[in-house]
């Protein structure tokens, strides 16, 4: 499952890496609204909680599914400025109706509201079923949608009076703090991007971007099946401190692609593809393939050791192995005539953290 974004024909320069302020302020208030997705931020969530005033808090939770869930697509410019106030001020002039959709998406839950369907601004049907989606979601979500629905221009004026509060609160503290992290990852993308090309600076970003064998798509390994074009407008990369471990990204249509990726840690492993977490799954829902591994957990074994343990035939034993083994759960070991196969532990014990990294990515 991926997201393809097609650059056919697009020119490098068309390809951008930027900072921006209000999508890693977005980055920050998601942590704030689900810190599970972020233990690392424990301690810094701990002290911003601690210091907030409680109408900001109150504000936080009116509007918080602009960022809890997903991020709604405004909140993550496609053309990145020095200042908080310099995007707030291109998030204001968006239309309602952009607008309007644009955060009830996030408000009503994944993509069941679409642009291009009749605007629930104007259309009595969508607005009524806009307002039901908002209900299933909770109390919140059905009042959010309500005043915005009703009165976008407050809702807006509010929206953005929220996030300047929240700039003096914690965020222009915590932006000093990552600026430098930002900048030396931003020098790295735009220089492998001039001297070795799309490819080369797509690798640097995340082992779950890369470019196709065709130069013709992005591909972006996310829980889901979506495609977008960046034609006639590009695709923007936003690199987030507060972000990590998420790949977020803005492929609805009417958007320009915007993809924000967390900035490595030191040293960091890479990203298993989701294709990989998968087989191995399926690898581990044969009962036959469980009672293999629990005998090699216990020490390296031969294919007729195995099929004697088990009262299996060599042939069964031998196609269950090579499942194993694809799945890279396995490894082999040659003595002499025989192969004696070993339990993959590492592999085995990072598949729970791996698959909770490919859902949260």
């Not at 991020?71 to 496609?78: E, K, N």
């Given at each position: 499952?991926?997201?393809?974004?097609?650059?056919?024909?697009?020119?490098?320069?068309?390809?951008?890496?930027?900072?921006?302020?209000?999508?890693?302020?977005?980055?920050?208030?998601?942590?704030?609204?689900?810190?599970?997705?972020?233990?690392?931020?424990?301690?810094?969530?701990?002290?911003?909680?601690?210091?907030?005033?409680?109408?900001?808090a109150?504000?936080?939770?009116?509007?918080?599914?602009?960022?809890?869930?997903?991020?709604?697509?405004?909140?993550?410019?496609?053309?990145?400025?020095?200042?908080?106030?310099?995007?707030l001020?291109?998030?204001?002039?968006?239309?309602?109706e952009?607008?309007?959709?644009?955060?009830?998406?996030?408000?009503?839950?994944?993509?069941?509201?679409?642009?291009?369907?009749?605007?629930?601004?104007?259309?009595?049907?969508?607005?009524?079923?806009?307002?039901?989606?908002?209900?299933?979601?909770?109390?919140r979500?059905?009042?959010?949608?309500?005043?915005?629905?009703?009165?976008?221009?407050?809702?807006?004026?509010?929206?953005?009076?929220?996030?300047?509060?929240?700039?003096?609160a914690?965020?222009?503290?915590?932006?000093?703090?990552?600026?430098?992290q930002?900048a030396?990852?931003?020098?790295?993308?735009n220089?492998?991007?001039?001297?070795?090309?799309?490819?080369?600076?797509?690798?640097?970003?995340?082992?779950?971007?890369?470019?196709?064998?065709?130069?013709?798509?992005?591909?972006?390994?996310?829980?889901?099946?979506?495609?977008?074009?960046?034609?006639?407008?590009?695709?923007?990369?936003?690199?987030?401190?507060?972000?990590?471990?998420?790949?977020?990204?803005?492929?609805?249509?009417?958007?320009?692609?915007?993809?924000?990726?967390?900035?490595?840690?030191?040293?960091?492993?890479e990203p298993?593809?989701?294709?990989?977490?998968?087989?191995?799954?399926?690898?581990?829902?044969?009962?036959?393939?469980?009672?293999?591994?629990?005998?090699?957990?216990?020490?390296?074994?031969?294919?007729?050791?195995l099929?004697?343990?088990?009262?299996?035939?060599?042939?069964?034993?031998?196609?269950?192995?090579?499942?194993?083994?694809?799945?890279?759960?396995?490894?082999p070991?040659?003595?002499?005539?025989?192969?004696?196969?070993?339990?993959?532990?590492p592999?085995?014990?990072?598949?729970g953290?791996?698959?909770?990294?490919?859902?949260?990515?």
């Amino acid at each position: 499952m991926t997201l393809r974004i097609d650059i056919s024909g697009l020119p490098p320069e068309r390809l951008r890496f930027a900072a921006s302020p209000l999508a890693e302020l977005t980055a920050m208030l998601h942590v704030l609204a689900e810190p599970g997705h972020h233990p690392q931020c424990a301690d810094w969530v701990g002290d911003v909680r601690a210091g907030l005033r409680p109408e900001l808090a109150e504000r936080l939770g009116e509007s918080e599914f602009l960022w809890r869930s997903s991020q709604a697509d405004f909140l993550l410019p496609a053309r990145p400025r020095a200042t908080l106030a310099e995007e707030l001020d291109d998030v204001d002039r968006i239309d309602d109706e952009t607008y309007v959709t644009a955060a009830l998406v996030t408000t009503c839950g994944g993509s069941r509201l679409r642009l291009g369907a009749p605007s629930p601004l104007t259309d009595t049907h969508a607005r009524e079923r806009a307002l039901d989606l908002a209900q299933a979601r909770g109390a919140r979500q059905e009042a959010f949608a309500e005043r915005l629905l009703a009165d976008p221009a407050t809702v807006r004026a509010r929206v953005r009076h929220t996030l300047e509060q929240c700039a003096d609160a914690f965020f222009d503290a915590a932006w000093t703090g990552v600026a430098v992290q930002l900048a030396t990852d931003l020098r790295l993308k735009n220089d492998l991007l001039r001297r070795q090309g799309i490819g080369a600076a797509l690798a640097s970003v995340s082992g779950a971007v890369t470019l196709a064998p065709d130069g013709d798509f992005i591909v972006v390994d996310k829980l889901q099946d979506k495609a977008t074009s960046a034609h006639g407008t590009g695709v923007t990369f936003i690199p987030s401190v507060f972000g990590r471990p998420h790949l977020v990204a803005v492929h609805a249509p009417g958007w320009q692609p915007v993809v924000q990726y967390p900035v490595a840690e030191p040293g960091p492993a890479e990203p298993v593809p989701l294709e990989t977490v998968t087989l191995r799954l399926e690898a581990l829902t044969h009962p036959v393939r469980l009672r293999l591994l629990r005998t090699l957990a216990r020490g390296p074994h031969t294919t007729r050791e195995l099929a004697h343990t088990w009262e299996l035939s060599p042939p069964e034993v031998s196609r269950h192995l090579a499942v194993l083994r694809r799945a890279g759960l396995l490894t082999p070991e040659r003595h002499g005539r025989y192969v004696r196969y070993s339990l993959n532990l590492p592999e085995l014990t990072v598949l729970g953290t791996d698959l909770l990294a490919a859902v949260l990515r």
